[in-house]
């Protein structure tokens, strides 16, 4: 039972949301379906890319699929309805909510984790120990939704993922973590993505052609969640 435990608190698992809701019944609209003064408004909204404004582009955004769907806010609670909301979004072209969602949540953990030292608890698809203090579990919270909205959509979002391999020393993938996001990585057409697959944070590291072979399977099938559960420990480059 505790081993299962472990493995159920090591798993990127995006969060559960018991909602009495069908966002495919009830899509948010996209930027073809809102009215000319919504536009405006969330494009006024995200001129200056901080904090601050994609909080304020998403209040805009939430606001439009209430008035759109007034009986969703009789669901669940006012919490599980947003970070439901959100992740529907993540799964839509509204890129608008996909850049600020990451980048509030990324900010957030570069300001926890700025000039933190080097320590045994990171980050490497899953976590290599339990938190063990009030900022570890924050850190470990953090990173919990920034990967279970990346999950939402993993071609897309891979290249995100990659580069937050570099966030201080909390973040360093585990080689068979970082070879089926790079594989997944879908990149604008002036980045060599062979020249990506390449580089790594573990130049050492060799996989074995039948691993590859189990990677490349997972990899067709879109399923992470199986590298997680059959990589090994996480472990440092150096």
């Known amino acids: 039972m505790r081993a299962f435990l472990l493995l159920a608190f090591f798993a990127i698992v995006a969060p559960a949301f018991a909602l009495d809701w069908s966002f495919k019944v009830h899509p948010h609209p996209l930027f ?3 009215t000319q003064d919504e536009h405006d408004a969330i494009f006024a909204a995200i001129r200056d890319e901080s904090e601050r404004e994609c909080a304020k582009a998403q209040r805009l955004q939430f ?11 009789d669901t669940g609670t006012s919490e599980s309805r947003k970070k439901a909301w959100l992740h529907h979004v993540l799964g839509t072209p509204l890129d608008v909510e996909r850049t600020c969602i990451l980048f509030a949540e990324v900010s957030k953990l570069m300001d926890l984790t700025k000039n ?3 320590t045994d608890f990171f980050f490497c698809g899953k976590f290599s120990r339990p938190p063990e203090s009030a900022k ?4 470990a919270t953090l990173i919990r939704e920034i990967f279970g909205y990346i999950q939402t959509d993993e071609p ?9 391999n570099a966030i201080g020393p909390i973040i360093e993938l585990h080689p068979d973590i970082e070879y089926y996001y790079r594989a997944r990585f879908t990149p604008p057409d002036y980045i060599d993505k062979k020249k990506v697959m390449r580089q790594t944070v573990h130049p050492n590291h060799t996989i074995s052609p039948k691993r590859r072979t189990e990677l490349d399977q997972a990899i ?14 996480c472990f440092r480059s150096k």
């Open 32 to 34: 073809d379906e809102l």
């Open 63 to 73: 606001q439009i699929y209430l008035k759109r769907y007034p009986s969703f806010a």
């Open 116 to 118: 933190a030292e080097e």
């Open 136 to 139: 570890e579990e924050e850190i």
């Open 156 to 164: 897309g979002r891979a290249n995100k993922f990659l580069s937050y």
């Open 220 to 233: 067709e099938a879109g399923d992470v969640q199986r590298v997680i559960d059959i990589m090994g420990d």
